[in-house]
């Protein structure tokens, strides 16, 4: 065998060494794992992800604790498992994989926005499937929508009013005191006699 040969056949080994631990390499940095995006809006940039703070843009993994201060909300993109939206004070451990996304809500408010499938959620209170388009809050599970079923939370203030209204009424009717002097009591000169 000659010396060319033999030094071609040794690079082209080496040459297909290489190239097959560059792409083996590709294939172990390859990750299954399942990620997020997170959205935030109002007067904050920023919210809390892990106790560090996170603007939008910021990619957010499965077990990590959302926080939002008083002053912004959050939406949680999870491709094609949903987005749910974080109200301001509130703190989620939110926990996603290939079956759905599920999540422990320690306070305030969350809504899903879209979902393959209903969303687990665990409160102080129990665990609430959330379908899309309805929230669970801590204290109690409500509609998104502000069309609240029990006439909303100023319905008692409009019974004063109408009470009120009522016993004026009621008040003026029955006392002895109601008679009305129309004109005064004094002379009326008419124009013409």
Not at 9 to 31: E, H, Q
Not at 126 to 134: C, I, L, R
Not at 174 to 190: E, F, I
Request: with cysteine; net charge negative; glycine share 12%.
């Amino acid at each position: 065998m000659n010396s060319k040969t033999l030094i071609r056949k040794a690079l082209s080994t080496c040459l297909i060494v290489a190239v097959y631990a560059a792409y083996s390499m590709v294939a172990l940095a390859g990750s299954d794992k399942i990620a997020g995006e997170l959205l935030v809006s109002g007067k904050s940039a920023s919210v809390s992800v892990n106790g560090q703070d996170a603007q939008s843009g910021r990619t957010i993994f499965s077990a990590s604790t959302i926080t939002t201060p008083e002053t912004a909300s959050a939406i949680i993109s999870v491709g094609k498992l949903g987005k749910i939206e974080l109200a301001p004070n509130s703190t989620i451990t939110l926990n996603f994989n290939e079956n759905g996304i599920s999540g422990d809500l320690a306070n305030g408010k969350v809504t899903v926005l879209g979902a393959k499938e209903s969303v687990s959620i665990h409160t102080p209170e129990g665990t609430t499937n959330v379908p899309a388009g309805k929230s669970v809050s801590t204290g109690k599970s409500q509609d998104d929508d502000d069309d609240d079923k029990d006439g909303g939370a100023a319905w008692w203030l409009w019974a004063a009013i109408f009470g009120g209204a009522v016993a004026g009424i009621v008040i003026a009717a029955t006392s002895d005191n109601n008679r009305v002097s129309v004109g005064g009591g004094g002379t009326v000169v008419s124009p013409s006699r």
